[in-house]
């Protein structure tokens, strides 16, 4: 009941892939049931919120706090986002270009994007934003 939290609170500071995750629920699952002595077919963490879960409830309320936050901290993120833009020479929204992670792994805000993306979750709404566009 513990060591998922407390990987998810680390989770604050790095971005894993679903891979990663995955493999980390595993290990942990297999330590349990080694340890409680119980069969390795038997599925009992089916109602335990696995670490990706936890990771992206931990991305969202991060970028959320950075985009929301105090004015240095809103200032920050958006030097840090046109940053991105530059070094990928791209003027469009992270979210719409689709770029490969390559050598910089360690960029918790591209990996943010990346993992949010995948599963559906957006910053931007560019639904209407495109509207707002083509109307001016």
């Known amino acids: 009941m513990v060591i998922i939290p407390r990987i998810g609170y680390q989770l604050a500071v790095i971005v894993l892939s679903k891979q990663e995750c995955t493999k980390m629920m595993m290990r942990i699952s297999a330590i ?5 002595g119980l069969a390795k077919t038997v599925h009992f963490m089916k109602e335990v919120k696995t670490i990706y879960d936890h990771q992206l409830v931990m991305l969202c309320k991060n970028i959320l706090y950075q985009v929301n936050g105090n004015e240095k901290l809103k200032k920050i993120f958006a030097i840090k986002m046109a940053q991105e833009q530059k070094i990928i020479w791209t003027a469009k929204c992270l979210e719409e270009y689709n770029y490969n992670i390559g050598k910089d792994k360690n960029n918790w805000i591209k990996m943010a ?6 599963e559906d979750i957006y910053l931007c709404n560019h639904e209407i934003r495109d509207k707002i566009q083509i109307t001016l």
């Open 113 to 118: 994007i990346k993992i949010l993306n995948e």
């Open 32 to 36: 349990i049931k080694k340890r409680e």
